[in-house]
Nanobody, 127 residues
Framework: QVQLVESGGGSVQAGGSLRLSCAASGYYYKYYMAWFRQAPGKEREGVAAIYTAGGGTYYADSVKGRFTISQDNAKNTLYLQMNSLKSEDTATYYC?????????????????????WGQGTQVTVSS
């Protein structure tokens, strides 16, 4: 069982930055971890993902060059550094974890099939 708790959301003006954190507990070595987001009336979207045992990463085209996913294994924490924020980045952001390679493949196809989820943290970007 993996427990995930996100933090770091808030309100920021367009062009600003935020760093989201996801504190993980339980066994999650060799898991795929990801950040998803969901805006009102829209489907949940995979933003970025990382393989905890190898560091391979994935980014959605909409955030490439602006967002960076990283992990601190000593702190059991996943991060999402978000720079050059736009109003369209406004959403609830969720941290997710799954041991299956299929989850890694699906997030790259825009599908949110992860086993473990955090409660979400709100990010609001004003223009």
């Amino acid at each position: 069982q993996v427990q995930l708790v996100e933090s770091g959301g808030g309100s920021v003006q367009a062009g600003g930055s935020l760093r989201l954190s996801c504190a993980a507990s339980g066994y999650y070595y060799k898991y795929y971890m990801a950040w998803f987001r969901q805006a009102p009336g829209k489907e949940r979207e995979g933003v970025a993902a990382i393989y905890t045992a190898g560091g391979g990463t994935y980014y959605a085209d909409s955030v490439k060059g602006r967002f960076t996913i990283s992990q601190d294994n000593a702190k059991n924490t996943l991060y999402l550094q978000m720079n050059s924020l736009k109003s369209e980045d406004t959403a609830t952001y969720y941290c997710a974890a799954d041991p299956r390679f299929s989850a890694w493949l699906l997030v790259q196809k825009g599908q949110a099939d992860f086993a473990y989820w955090g409660q979400g943290t709100q990010v609001t970007v004003s223009s």
